[in-house]
């Protein structure tokens, strides 16, 4: 299955120029999944925040240098590849309506990026979504998605470490904001071949106001939750996060550096440790805002599919 999404601004475009029939939405009680891509269509949560979508589509082979990887609406940022090798690669997915997917083997030399993007710059507040099929971490963390100055004093970055938690970071002159979510169990990871991963962030200094749903629900405080390996550091019981620490010093603009998928560009490969994605990724959205947690629901199960 192929799904990656990330969620930012742009102007709703038409059904008819993105050539998708209307449906509607699925409630919060439904458990199947319409296994449909995103459109910045009527189902699509908060469309008109929309700032980028890139389906990652494109012809079964290795990603070509240069190569331009199209938005999935009229306007939107494009990605272009920097290849010094063939350690990138489009595949079919299993999952016929969703076209292609793109897999890497964790090379740092090989970079999808959206380059000096206005439209992906100093957001207020941010939405990533995305899918992601990849092996439980081992020997170093996986990069999901980066925009930093080497986690200097600007920026943001999100990993998966290898103790199986979810880390975030929105990088502050003095100290960064953070939240770190619980180990993820290894029996639930291996349980499903993708996995769902949005992060929300609601563009203050507190920790409180960054969240992370796994699979259409979000890591919460003191709820008892199997995706989890026992007990949380610092919880008393299973699920939530292990630890949070509020940003200092303010933040300064983050113009001017990529936004990567894949690969670690010498300019941002020393901190944090952290290797390019091993594995696949499909279907990423970028909105300017915080979604709620009805929303991501209503996101994963248009796009899961079983």
């Known amino acids: 299955m192929k799904i990656l999404l990330l969620s930012l601004l742009f102007p709703l475009a038409s059904l008819a120029q993105l050539g998708l029939q209307t449906g509607a939405l699925l409630d919060s009680g439904t458990t199947g999944g319409r296994c449909v891509p995103a459109y910045k269509s009527a189902w699509l949560p908060q469309n008109n ?14 990603v070509a240098n240069a190569s331009v990887l199209p938005s999935g609406f009229t306007g939107g940022p494009t990605l272009t590849a920097t290849m010094a090798g063939t350690n990138l690669s489009y595949a079919n997915s299993s999952v016929t309506n969703l076209r292609q997917i793109i897999t890497g083997n964790g090379n740092a030399n090989d970079i999808i990026k959206a380059t000096n993007n206005t439209d992906l710059a100093d957001l207020p507040a941010l939405t990533v979504s995305m899918w992601v099929n990849m092996a439980y971490p081992s020997g170093s963390n996986q990069r999901l998605f980066y ?160």
């Open 49 to 62: 925040s929309v700032a980028a979508l890139w389906h990652l589509d494109g012809t079964v082979g290795n």
């Open 147 to 306: 925009k930093s100055d080497d986690n200097g004093t600007r920026g943001y970055f999100f990993v998966f470490r290898t103790d199986g938690s979810l880390d975030f970071r929105k990088v502050h002159s003095t100290t960064n904001m953070e939240r770190q979510g619980c180990p993820i169990s290894t029996t639930y990871w291996s349980s499903k071949t993708w996995h769902h991963i949005v992060i929300t962030w609601d563009g203050t200094s507190n920790y409180t106001g960054l969240k992370y749903y796994l699979d259409g629900t979000e890591l919460t405080f003191n709820v008892a939750d199997t995706r989890f390996t026992g007990t949380c550091n610092n919880q008393a019981t299973y699920g939530g996060y292990t630890t949070g620490t509020n940003g200092a010093g303010g933040f300064n603009l983050d113009t001017g550096y990529p936004f990567i998928l894949f690969g670690v560009p010498a300019s941002s490969g020393s901190n944090p440790s952290s290797a390019s994605l091993t594995g696949s990724m499909d279907e990423v959205i970028i909105w300017n805002k915080a979604l709620t947690s009805t929303e991501v629901d209503t996101l994963y199960k248009h796009q899961k599919c079983n």
